[in-house]
């Protein structure tokens, strides 16, 4: 406890260094653009602009890029709310009453719940992970290479639970991503696996193209395939102030939706967009008079909102404690992490005290510039919302190329660009989710490593995921997921969970 | 479980799956396989071939069996011309540097779609190879030739 609030302090001096509070600051108003702009998510900005962060120090890169990630949650809500667009995923219940609100008139009300909303579940948030984070961390550093292994088992596994989707899919692309890793040079032996005998594979594939490809360029080809919405914006935002009455609705909407948010961010394979659409049904199911959901209540806005900002926040620790990222962007970190040569896993704090406390404590600095620059900036916002997309894609397309190739001033990370591309393309097609195969593909070298050394240390007994507690444990919490998933009655829920309320 | 499958797009996903584990299966060929005590470097990527290849078999089969909603259409105009742009600056930057690589990028992008007019096509391939040259070769100092080298030509 006191060492939580003594780190936490310390983060905040290093957090409030200039060159961190600019970082923070352009992540934040980086975040909040993509969280306006539906048609461009926080994975694809992240994977973009991850180039640019190896010429800073790691600390500021990561603060700069977790501020994306919860930035993009601010964002997303104005657009839901004013457009009744979601500008993100995480945003799409948000839509149902935000809008409803903003046809009332009463769109500046919703906007300013939304972001205090936010605001407080963030600050809350980031207390969480001070105090949670420091024991997590002192427990993974307990595990073996069998447990580390059962532990990443059960972490692409419950991913995958909260997917949405077939099973079969989102396990075949956990394997192909396992196995795309697996590409380059075997570093036991020194041998080189799968490369075509092209030399620009010996280092493996970059996950940079891997993942632009997956998700900014096939999100690009296959937005371009419908036409165009076009935006009409709801209602003029005059006053920025809910009224009593909201608040006395709004604040009990908001303790549960943050309650939700932060331990449902926890889990591999939530985070935001998970937290959001459970903190709207649970709320929708406490009301007292659930009719008036999807007619402009101002709890459909503040609980999906908390929680999403929540949910963002929290999915961080499980990357920073186990080294286990939760969703694809947390995955895009881990690898800006280890780019700057910082292994995510539970060494972080005691090795890396600076960059794991100024993460943490940026969060709170970051969430206060973020209600800042969204309220009284919002016209700004709404100017934007403004341009089409067809103004803006081939700038992405643009990033993206120049991303890729100052990686390793390589054309041919581009020409990968250009595969992954055409298969994230295929993937969208046919219903495959890319987020497993990232997180598989971020957590392959280690899974291996792993694999092998629990073998060496067994003398070749694979009995030794069984015979060690803490593995078997965690691997029966897999088959226990896998199994639960299989169950028709869950299948229901799962299916009602993602479509219900759209 | 029945209901949730797609029957044509699963026939063609398992298929997919089965031709990469197929093709990974071959490319480890001459990989040493090891032991489980002593693993060589083809011990992990075999397995997962395997497992894939089953998943694989597993959603071919299971695509026979049901019904499922039929194929999405493919459009071809963004895949080529999003595709082709991002090919085009793989193909010039080194040589032409990044201001013709960028301007290309702009050009062919924008007729993936239908909406975008000349002007605003010139205008974007400006501001764009501006902003790039400024912000990446001048303000991050990343090497990346500009200009065309005549020199190698």
Known sequence: MIDSLAGLLHGLSIAILPINLLYCFIGALVGTLIGVLPGIGPVATVAMLLPATFYLEPTSALIMLAGIYYGAQYGGSTTAILVNLPGENSSVVTCLDGYQMARQGRAGAALAVAALGSLFAGIVATFFIALFAPPLAAVALAFGPADYFSLMVLGLVAAIVLAQGSLVKA?????????????????????????????????????????????????????????EQRVTISGRIENLWPTLDDFRRAWKAVLRGTGIGLFLGLLPGGGAMLSSFVAYSAEKRLSKQPQRFGRGAVEGVAAPESANNAGAQTSFIPLLTLGIPANAV???MAGAMMIHGVQPGPQVMAKNPDLFWGVIASMLIGNIMLVVINLPLIRVWVALLKIPYHLFYPAIIVFCCIGVYTLNNSTFDVTLLILFGFVGYLFMKWGFEPAPLLLAFVLGPLMEENLRRAMQLSGG?????????????????AVALLIL?????????????????R | ???????????????????????ALWLCAPLRQGTTLEMGPGYAPRLLCIIQLCFGLIMLVQGVMSEGPPLERWVPRPIIFVLASVAFFAATLERLGLVVAVVGVVLISAMANRETRALQIAAMAAILAAFSVGVFVKGLSLSMPVWPSFGSL
Do not use: C, W, Y
Request: proline share 6%; glycine share 6%.
């Open chain 1, 171 to 227: 396990l075949a692309m956990i394997i192909l991503g396992l196995l795309l890793a697996s590409v380059g040079t075997d570093v036991e032996s020194g041998a080189r696996r799968m490369t075509f005998g092209i030399p620009d594979l010996a280092d493996g594939i970059n996950f940079v193209p891997l993942a632009m490809g997956l998700f900014a360029i096939a999100e690009i080809i296959s937005n371009l395939e419908k036409p």
């Open chain 1, 485 to 501: 998933i299989m169950l028709p009655s869950f299948q229901k829920t799962r299916e009602t969970a993602f479509v219900e309320d």
């Open chain 1, 461 to 477: 007994n694979p009995m030794t995921f069984v015979t060690s507690p803490i593995s078997a444990v965690l691997l029966a919490a």
């Open chain 1, 330 to 332: 947390i995955a895009l």
């Open chain 2, 1 to 23: 479980m029945l209901k949730q499958i797609r029957n044509p797009n699963d026939v063609i996903g398992g298929l997919f799956l089965i031709a990469v584990a197929l093709l």
